[in-house]
């Protein structure tokens, strides 16, 4: 049974820092992998979506990257800002159209 | 573009009664997705549609919780009765036809049972 695990639950920065969240899964038959920003009260923003045939994906400040035999995938934040503070989640689609999703990473930005 | 619309946003219902979301998905998105998001946790799927059929409804608990598409466009889950355990976000999502494709999320509906 696919299990996936964020560490760590929570994070606190103060603004400028660059920083990683870890998503580890146990099942490395994957078809993809995607990060997700959750604010309070509101549903999930795709950030990046990576296929299981890439190695990592970019979008501004943001870069998710992917190692399928190790069961892990980083997300990097650069220059973090106040706006980023949110849940940021990660799901993996084993093979099937449904997600798994790990538990989230509590993200707050100091200003 | 309109995104993924669902209503209400907030329901708050006593134990034992019935309650219902709406979900709109984006227009052309063929499958349909309900989630169930506790407290802390990650979403869970209840069930999937492709057009007007769940092709997959193994978590969703048939004895009280029920979903419909009936024209393969908007749907409505359905929970009768509620329990206080019930007390969650219920999220919708949509995406294109076929594997690999990106899953685009409503706001949600927070339920409170009383």
Redesign the interface.
């Known amino acids: 049974k696919q299990e ?1 695990t964020q560490i760590p639950a929570a994070l606190s920065v103060p603004e400028g820092e660059n920083l990683v969240l870890n998503c580890s899964f146990t099942d490395s038959a994957i ?2 992998l ?1 990060w ?1 920003r959750q604010d309070p ?6 950030l990046l ?1 990576i ?1 299981s045939s890439q190695r990592e994906q970019t979008s501004g400040r943001l870069n998710a990257s992917l190692d399928k035999s190790s069961g892990r995938s980083t997300l990097y934040i650069a220059a973090s800002q106040p706006g980023d503070s949110a849940t940021y ?1 990660c ?1 993996v ?1 084993p093979g ?4 798994i ?4 990473t509590r993200l707050k930005v100091l200003a | 573009e309109a995104g ?1 619309v ?1 209503s209400p946003r907030y329901k708050i219902i006593e134990k034992k009664q019935p309650v219902a979301f709406w979900c709109n998905p984006i227009s052309g998105h063929n ?1 349909l ?1 309900w989630y169930l998001q506790n407290l ?6 209840l069930i ?1 549609y492709e057009n007007e059929e769940a ?2 409804d193994s978590q969703l608990p048939k004895d009280r919780f029920s979903a419909e598409r009936l024209k393969g466009v908007d749907s409505t889950l359905k929970i009768q009765p509620a329990e206080l355990g019930d007390s969650a976000v219920y ?1 919708c ?1 949509s995406s294109l036809a076929g ?2 494709t ?7 509906t ?1 339920l409170t049972v009383l």
Do not use: C
């Open positions: 996936v078809y993809n995607q997700f009260g509101k549903g999930l923003t795709s979506l296929q989640l799901a689609r099937t159209y449904k997600y999703f790990g538990t989230g | 993924v669902q499958t997705y802390g946790q990650g979403p869970e799927l999937r092709v997959d999220l999502a594997e690999g990106e899953q685009f999320f409503g706001p949600g927070r």
